[in-house]
C-alpha cells in the first residue's frame, strides 16, 4: 500500500484527454530579447546618386531677340553627405549634395538668320533639410532648401557654328524632392529619389563678345531642372 502511495506522488502529470505530459526543464536556455528588432535611422551618413535629368530653359537676350523655351536631357549623377535623428516613428536630418547635370539645349533664332542660340545647365549644389517618416527598415521623406548652379548661354553662327558671345555664372535658387529608401543591411541604404530644382535665374548676365558679337548684349534668364536618381549610402551608427 504504501509502495503504491509513494509511486502514485512520482508519476508524470496526466491531461485532459488522458495522455501524460512532461513538467518544463529548469535548466533549458532561453534566448534573452525575443521582440521585435526596430531599426535606427540616426546618424551621420554618405553616398553616391547616379540618375537622369531634364531642364528647361527660358531667357531673352536682349538686343538680339526673344527665345521663349530650351528643353535639355541627360545623365545626372554624383556624392552626398548628411546627418539624421530619429525619434519614433519621424526623422529628421540635413544634407549637402553635389549633382553633375549636363543639361543642354539649342534652337535656332526666329528672327535673325543663321543665329543659333544654346543654354546649358551644370554642377548643381543643394543644401536642404529632410523630414521623414519610417517603417523600421523603410523611410520616406521630403526635403528642401537652397540651390545653386552653372548656367551658360551662348550666340552663335548656325554655320560654321562660331560662337559670337556668351554669359555664364552661378545663379542661386530653391529645391524640393520627395525619397524612399530602404535599409538593405544596418549600416547599407538603397533608394530612389526626386529633386526638383528652379528658377535659377539671372536678371542680367553681360555677354562677353567671341568674335563679331554685337556690343552691349545681356540676357535673363530662368532655368528649371528635375532629375531621378538611384541612391546607395553608408551609415555610421544606428542600425539594429
Do not use: C
Amino acid at each position: 500500500m504504501l509502495v503504491a502511495a509513494a509511486m502514485g506522488a512520482h508519476a508524470a502529470p496526466v491531461a485532459a484527454d488522458g495522455m501524460p505530459t512532461r513538467a518544463p526543464d529548469p535548466y533549458v536556455y532561453t534566448a534573452p530579447g525575443d521582440g521585435p528588432v526596430i531599426y535606427d535611422w540616426t546618424g551621420l551618413y554618405v553616398g553616391g546618386a547616379l540618375g537622369a535629368s531634364t531642364s528647361r530653359m527660358e531667357w531673352s537676350a536682349l538686343g538680339i531677340t526673344n527665345l521663349d523655351r530650351v528643353h535639355g536631357t541627360g545623365f545626372a549623377g554624383g556624392g552626398f553627405l548628411g546627418a539624421q535623428k530619429q525619434w519614433s516613428w519621424l526623422v529628421l536630418g540635413a544634407e549637402v549634395q553635389y549633382l553633375w547635370a549636363g543639361q543642354s539645349g539649342s534652337a535656332n533664332s526666329p528672327t535673325f538668320a543663321n543665329t543659333t542660340f544654346t543654354a546649358s545647365v551644370h554642377d548643381l549644389v543643394l543644401v536642404t533639410g529632410k523630414f521623414g517618416w519610417n517603417w523600421e527598415t523603410i523611410l520616406a521623406y521630403f526635403k528642401g532648401g537652397w540651390a545653386s548652379g552653372d548656367v551658360t548661354y551662348r550666340t552663335s553662327l548656325t554655320s560654321p557654328g562660331t560662337v559670337v558671345t556668351a554669359a555664364g555664372g552661378r545663379e542661386n535658387g530653391w529645391t524640393a524632392g520627395v525619397g524612399l529608401e530602404y535599409a538593405l543591411w544596418p549600416h547599407v541604404i538603397i533608394g530612389v529619389e526626386y529633386d526638383y530644382v528652379a528658377p535659377l535665374s539671372a536678371s542680367a548676365q553681360t555677354q562677353v563678345i567671341s568674335t563679331i558679337g554685337p556690343t552691349g548684349t545681356s540676357v535673363s534668364s530662368h532655368a528649371d531642372i528635375q532629375s531621378v536618381t538611384a541612391r546607395l549610402s553608408f551609415k555610421f551608427g544606428g542600425g539594429s
